[in-house]
T-cell receptor, first 118, second 116 residues
Framework: AQSVAQPEDQVNVAEGNPLTVKCTYS??????LFWYVQYPNRGLQFLLKYITGDNLVKGSYGFEAEFNKSQTSFHLKKPSALVSDSALYFC????????????????FGRGTQLTVWP | NAGVTQTPKFQVLKTGQSMTLQCAQD?????MSWYRQDPGMGLRLIHY???????DQGEVPNGYNVSRSTTEDFPLRLLSAAPSQTSVYFC???????????????FGDGTRLSIL
């Protein structure tokens, strides 16, 4: 079964400090991994994804994520947090081996609320 | 460029009523999906479609119907609303299934539905 865990419901950091939002996953094959951000009363916006290649993936708004196969993790990071980064962040996974009836399903974590204080 | 448009933005229903949540996209995307978002549970897939005339069930399909008569539209129908269906509903579209191309899913701004 495919699943995603975001172990922290909330992350609080000071502006200018580095931030990390954690994500671990479970799939039977190779993972496709995604990070999305949600601002209040809005839909999800794509930040970045890992399909294959370099373990360090760079995305929008200065965010990056590191894929670690041995730890089955895909943590989201940013070197210097901004107050405007405060939002709800979702990690999602898809099994690259998906076929047939499960084709295209993304499995989302429960979300992590990031608060950056001035 | 409107992207993914959901209507209505808010709706209050009584138990047993039926309604249709509308979703339209203008990007000629083949893949569309419906999710519900509940506090502490993230997003759960209700139904999805890989093209006009083709739909399939997601994780939580009970109580919902979908159809895909055109590429642009993917309405979600609640047959007999129940309080457990109180949630925020998101429609999403992409060129193909998530992860199979370099184009990500695009989400609408959601419909906030309350069932009394």
């Amino acid at each position: 079964a495919q699943s995603v865990a975001q172990p922290e419901d909330q992350v609080n950091v000071a502006e200018g400090n580095p931030l990390t939002v954690k994500c671990t996953y479970s799939v039977s094959g190779n993972p496709y991994l995604f990070w999305y951000v949600q601002y209040p009363n809005r839909g999800l916006q794509f930040l970045l994804k890992y399909i294959t290649g370099d373990n360090l993936v760079k995305g929008s708004y200065g965010f990056e994520a590191e894929f670690n196969k041995s730890q089955t993790s895909f943590h989201l990071k940013k070197p210097s947090a901004l107050v405007s980064d405060s939002a709800l962040y979702f990690c999602a996974v898809r099994d690259s081996a998906d076929r047939g009836s499960t084709l295209g399903r993304l499995y989302f974590g429960r979300g992590t609320q990031l608060t950056v204080w001035p | 460029n409107a992207g993914v448009t959901q209507t209505p933005k808010f709706q209050v229903l009584k138990t047993g009523q039926s309604m249709t949540l509308q979703c339209a996209q203008d990007m000629n995307h083949e893949y569309m999906s419906w999710y519900r978002q509940d506090p502490g549970m993230g997003l759960r897939l209700i139904h999805y479609s890989v093209g006009a005339g083709i739909t399939d069930q997601g994780e939580v399909p009970n109580g919902y119907n979908v159809s895909r008569s055109t590429t642009e539209d993917f309405p979600l129908r609640l047959l007999s609303a129940a309080p457990s269906q109180t949630s925020v509903y998101f429609c999403a579209s992409s060129y193909s299934s998530p992860g199979s191309s370099n184009q990500p899913q695009h989400f609408g701004d959601g419909t906030r539905l309350s069932i009394l």
